[in-house]
């Protein structure tokens, strides 16, 4: 099994000073994150369950009096240093990763918080486009280093919605709450049990190697050029079943209800949506109560349906996605789905730690043999939140 881990506080650091020249006032972290379950549950206002994972993105920064934001990545070298003014900043006025950062700049100056120029140095052991939330990951580290830089009075849930707010009106990503809550809000060995209506949190036990378990992380590493069409047309098809069955949203129809507010729709279509998003509000609220219960190992199951309603009602799976489930159920997994929006991106495996090697073997085999390229398998612990790790002189 491949990790992934492999810069630090002090790798960012020296970054940061080889990049400006001087040392920085101090190195913020902020996780990626894998969703339990719960998908597609957020663009209908229900309920997810992600982790933390201990992959990070880190920010090496300091303060600047004149107002300039420097931006500068190891990931996207090649673009080199982004020299903004925040006086500047607008949506679309940014193209190409900084929008990330500068939109997160941008979202908290809005917002009235006393944020000023910063230079900043970014590092990333979250794969990008993985369906693992780096950019997530990179707001909310942004977002932690320039409102600790100037002492700039923020909780939590609220960076979270601002970093959101940066992703969705200057980056341009339609994107619901819960990449960003899981990065500011997971804490170690929980899950995080949102409600994405009204944003109230739950930390839910969630320590696999308590109970002799495993989750294992399969990122494919293909995305396919449908995701961004598709995910437009999935929010639009729930929105008109949210109508049809005059809700607000789609998770205001009880699972109780289902079948008979599945009678009530004419269109196949969004029939077939409205049945994964209703039922998979039911396996979020099922595994919590497992988690919360000590049972985890009774969650694998709700997970391999979980991606039968992704892959057959909602059809946002493809055949990496499906392969990876499949072997690894075949191999011994207690469950598998795919994990993200689909069409490529991760699937995650609930294991016994004895089979965790010969599942991701298998996956890793059956890959290959299929021609696909290689994947990226890794155990996932449920890692902590966004925090400084190294304080300037450290
Ligand atoms: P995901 O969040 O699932 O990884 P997204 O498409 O939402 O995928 O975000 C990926 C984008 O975020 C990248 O294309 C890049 O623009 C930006 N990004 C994320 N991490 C970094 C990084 N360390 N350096 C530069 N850009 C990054
Ligand atoms: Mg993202």
């Not at 004149?66 to 673009?79: H, N, T, Y």
């Not at 965790?356 to 021609?371: D, P, S």
Request: proline share 4%; net charge negative.
């Amino acid at each position: 099994m491949t990790g992934t881990v492999n810069s630090t506080a002090s790798s960012t650091a020296e970054g940061f000073e080889r990049a400006y020249g001087y040392a920085p006032e101090g190195v913020w972290a902020a996780p990626g994150r894998v969703n339990l379950i719960g998908e597609y549950t957020d663009v209908n206002e229900g309920h997810v369950l992600p982790i933390a994972l201990p992959q990070c993105t880190r920010a090496a920064a300091s303060a600047r009096t004149d107002g300039v934001l420097r931006l500068r990545s190891r990931e996207a070298a090649g673009a080199g240093t982004a020299e903004l003014s925040l006086a500047a900043l607008a949506p679309g006025r940014v193209e190409g990763w900084a929008a990330y950062p500068a939109g997160v700049a941008w979202a908290l100056r809005e917002a009235g918080l006393p944020v000023g120029g910063a230079d900043v140095y970014v590092e990333s052991d979250v794969p990008a486009g993985a369906g693992l939330s780096s950019s997530a990951a990179l707001e909310i580290a942004t977002a932690l280093a320039l409102t600790e830089l100037y002492g700039a009075a923020c909780d939590r849930p609220a960076l979270a919605r601002l970093a959101q707010r940066a992703e969705n009106a200057f980056v341009g990503v339609p994107c619901g709450p819960m990449d960003q809550t899981a990065s500011a809000c997971c804490t170690a060995g929980h899950a995080l049990h949102l409600d994405t209506r009204d944003l109230a949190l739950r930390h839910v036990p969630f320590d696999l190697a308590a109970h002799g378990l495993r989750l294992l992380v399969v990122d494919t590493r293909v995305r396919h050029a449908l995701a961004d069409g598709a995910y437009a047309a999935r929010r639009a098809g729930c929105e008109a079943g949210a109508r049809a069955l005059g809700v607000r949203a789609l998770r205001d129809v009880p699972y109780g209800e289902l079948d008979a507010a599945l009678a009530r729709l004419a269109d196949a279509g969004v029939r077939r949506l409205v049945r994964h998003v209703v039922s998979e509000g039911e396996r979020v609220r099922r595994v919590v109560a497992l988690l919360a219960a000590g049972e985890p190992r009774a969650a694998g199951p709700l997970l391999t349906a979980g991606h039968a309603s992704l892959r057959d009602d909602f059809a946002v799976s493809c055949p990496e996605l499906d392969l990876a489930v499949a072997v690894a159920n075949e191999a011994g997994a207690l469950g598998a789905r795919m994990t993200g929006a689909g069409f490529g991106g991760s699937a995650l495996a609930l294991v016994e730690e004895t089979a965790a090697e010969a599942v991701g073997g298998a996956v890793t085999a059956a890959f290959a043999a299929a021609g696909h390229r290689s994947p990226r398998v890794f155990a996932a612990v449920a890692g902590g939140g966004a925090r400084r790790v190294c304080r300037g002189g450290e």
